[in-house]
């Protein structure tokens, strides 16, 4: 089983694991910056494009935050900015339509804390592709987990996996060519059910020399 933290609508890297593997979840870690925890990639007109939650941040004085207790910052409209990005960037993709109606809540319904929704969007797109959301979460923070294979790195955005990603058709591939690991999203809204074959044929690494 792979310990793996809840990302905001994880990377197609992250997800493979996710649909094809036995997964705990981590959630007594702390809150770090610069990770997936709270951003995600997709593809628009302009190019590989970031979607960043804005959290509430907590004084120095109180310490380390608790990635469960990072609190959404709705200051700043930002669900409904999100929305209208994914809109423009994929509705003329073939299954944006398709799966509209259940992606869209996420955008529509409150959510207090960053760990609930980035939970929900997974479980979203598990229902999206008919499998089941993992159920099995941590009670406390171990550095080195005796009982699940650390996966956590995964959340890091600054680490290169060097990995091989078989092209598929993108919304604006013909201006930009191939944009490899954005978030499930990219995958789900250009390839519909098929984007479950495309996470079950695994991520290969690059063949060098």
């Known amino acids: 089983?792979?310990?793996?933290?809840p990302t905001y609508f994880p990377n197609i890297h992250t997800f493979s694991f996710i649909a094809n593997e036995s997964i705990c979840w981590e959630l007594e870690d702390n809150y770090q910056k610069q990770t997936f925890r709270n951003r995600t990639y997709i593809s628009t007109d302009r190019g590989k494009h970031i979607l960043s939650i804005p959290i509430v941040h907590v004084g120095k004085?109180?310490?380390?935050?608790?990635y469960?207790?990072?609190?959404l910052d709705h200051?700043?409209?930002?669900?409904?900015?999100?929305?209208?990005?994914l809109e423009t960037a994929y509705r003329t993709s073939p299954f944006f339509e398709f799966y509209e109606d259940e992606i869209r809540p996420l955008y529509t319904q409150p959510f207090d804390l960053l760990m609930d929704f980035n939970l929900k969007?997974?479980?979203?797109?598990?229902?999206?592709?008919?499998l089941q959301m993992p159920s099995e979460t941590t009670s406390s923070y171990e550095d080195k987990p005796a009982l699940y294979k650390d996966y956590r790195f995964l959340v890091n955005a600054k680490l290169d996996h060097d990995l091989h990603f078989e092209p598929y058709t993108q919304v604006f591939g013909d201006r930009h060519?191939?944009?490899?690991?954005?978030s499930i999203l990219d995958l789900l809204f250009n390839l519909g059910p098929n984007?479950?074959?495309?996470?079950k044929q695994g991520i290969l690494p690059k063949t060098h020399g």
């Not at 089983?1 to 933290?5: A, D, G, Q, R, Y």
């Open 68 to 71: 469960k207790s990072v609190a």
């Open 61 to 66: 004085e109180f310490g380390r935050q608790r």
């Open 1 to 5: 089983m792979k310990l793996i933290h």
């Open 195 to 199: 984007a479950l074959s495309y996470l």
């Open 75 to 85: 200051t700043y409209p930002w669900q409904r900015q999100h929305w209208r990005t």
């Open 121 to 130: 969007t997974i479980e979203v797109i598990l229902d999206c592709l008919q």
């Open 177 to 182: 060519g191939f944009i490899p690991n954005l």
